[in-house]
């Protein structure tokens, strides 16, 4: 109970500290227009451009009061890429902690530094600055880092800051950073890895994907929230394996992705500085900062226990609903004559819901308008009907935490058919034609995030004619799905 009070106590604090003083906007933002100017023709991998922002995000260390952590603040290395040996460079700083004991535990503040670099395109030179991606990350632990010197009287923990080279090439800087034991793995208590983090009002929030990996990761941001009201808009125990936390998560080590979406022109040329929420930064940096703080004074950083990682994905299951809106073609199938009628389009929409079971297992109910039919010799058969399939869905693992999962469905389906016509002409529901029908559904495909997109067939079970005796007529179709979460 004691070390709760002294916990909320150190991060109000903290909190006013950061109120009366906070980390700036305009230095954020005059980091990353340097680093995204024409000047540096994208940072590309193994570039000069690329050596000269690592020398000046060692520049601004030095100013910041922030130590290197080896001679000199670079680690570095020879990359194999391609054909080629390409030498490859990490920036790394050191704050060291003022507890005898805890000052050898370390905590990570990484941000990779390059980006795609640049092309010719119809005689001109076109530059992938990376405004988001990432001189937004580097701008920030640039100016953590200052605001952490400030108050380094006050840290137990060390903080190494890491400015990565080559992870748009393959995470090189982060893998090799881990691989070589600069640190040893067991020393690094937790790691965080602020990749894009320029979109936060854009994106409604800051996602922290890999929080859970921590234990009670989740409660000390709700805890500093409660003085910096900043929105965390998702999180979730998988640690994120598309940026630099992958090789510190493979490890062992709690590792966090700090991320605000795609919004940005993610990858285009388009990606400039102008585009960027710098005061949004500035309440991220403000939160990140406090939270390291707490983290370095913090009795004990555990990580969650792969049982524990199991419990935390199975808490963030949801109830999901969704639109979804399909496109394919429909026929008759004579069954008795072994024959099929010619194909017409057909499409459907309405809404559905998903209950995600656990993490492989899902329920999932749909209504759905249809219009659909087939060719008949005396024209074509046109139905429209309200469709009520109820699927159930299995679903690939995750290990991203980036919602990434192929699936496959099954299922029934019953439909109501409320009007239609034949060659202009309504269809008698009264004395010829089922006005009700039920049948199968199979599907597959993938889930991106809130999307879900895929190939869905249908095959009716009951008869569309009241007699049998002049024929037995099931309705099949094939389909494109998309659908959309919310």
């Known amino acids: 109970m004691y070390k709760t009070i002294f916990s909320i106590v ?31 023709l994208g940072r590309g991998f193994g570039s000069d451009e690329r050596n000269i922002s690592a020398k000046y995000i060692a520049e601004q260390f030095k100013e910041a009061g922030v130590k290197p952590l080896l001679d000199d603040y670079y680690h570095k290395f020879i990359q194999r890429h391609g054909i080629m040996n390409v030498k490859a460079v990490n920036v790394v700083g050191l704050i060291e902690g003022n507890d005898p004991e805890l000052k050898n535990e370390y905590i990570i503040l990484g941000a990779h530094y390059d980006h795609l670099g ?77 990749d894009m983090v320029g979109m936060y009002d854009e994106h409604g929030g800051l996602d922290l994907k890999g929080l859970g990996s921590l234990k009670n990761g989740d409660q000390i941001a709700e805890m500093i929230q409660k003085e910096l009201p900043l929105t965390i808009k998702k999180s979730g125990a998988g640690v994120p394996r598309s940026t630099d936390t992958a ?63 199991a419990a935390e994905k199975e808490k963030s299951k949801k109830l999901l609903i969704g639109f979804r809106f399909n496109s394919g073609s429909s026929l008759h199938n004579y069954k008795d004559d072994y024959f099929k009628a010619k194909a017409l389009f057909s499409t459907g929409a309405g809404l559905l819901m998903q209950w995600r079971v656990n993490e492989y297992f899902s329920v999932q109910p749909e209504v759905l308008y249809e219009w659909h039919g087939s060719q008949h010799e005396l024209g074509k058969f046109r139905m429209h009907s309200v469709t009520a399939p109820l699927s159930v869905m299995f679903t690939s693992p995750d290990p ?43 599907g597959a495909g993938m889930e991106v995030m809130s999307a879900r997109i895929g190939f869905l067939y249908k095959t009716g079970l009951s008869g569309l004619l009241q007699d049998e005796t002049a024929g037995k007529l099931r309705t099949e179709g094939y389909f494109f799905s998309f659908a959309i979460m919310f």
């Open 10 to 40: 150190l991060v109000v604090v903290i909190c006013h500290q950061i109120t009366a003083q906070g980390i700036s906007s305009e230095m954020l933002e005059e980091h990353v227009t340097y680093l995204a100017s024409d000047e540096l």
């Open 118 to 194: 640049w092309k010719i395109s119809e005689g001109d030179t076109v530059v992938y600055n990376g405004a988001d991606d990432n001189a937004s990350g580097t701008a920030s632990i640039i100016e953590i880092g200052r605001s952490l010197v400030k108050n380094q009287e006050n840290l137990k923990r060390s903080i190494i800051l890491i400015a990565f080279d080559g992870e748009e090439s393959g995470l090189y800087g982060s893998t090799r950073f881990v691989k070589d034991s600069i640190i040893l793995p067991e020393q690094i208590k937790v790691m965080f890895s602020l």
């Open 247 to 309: 090789p510190f998560g493979d490890a062992g080590i709690p590792a966090i992705h700090a991320y605000t979406g795609t919004e940005s022109p993610y990858h285009k040329p388009e990606d400039d500085s102008d585009l960027l929420d710098y005061d949004g930064m500035a309440e991220i940096c403000d939160f990140l900062y406090a939270y390291t703080v707490e983290l370095s004074n913090a009795s004990e950083i555990l990580a969650l226990t792969e049982r524990e990682v």
């Open 400 to 442: 991203s935490g980036y919602g990434v999962r192929s699936y496959v469905l099954a299922g029934g389906y019953y439909s109501y058919h409320f009007g239609g016509t034949l060659d202009g002409d309504d269809i008698d529901f009264d004395a010829e034609y089922e006005n009700q029908g039920f049948g199968l559904a199979f």
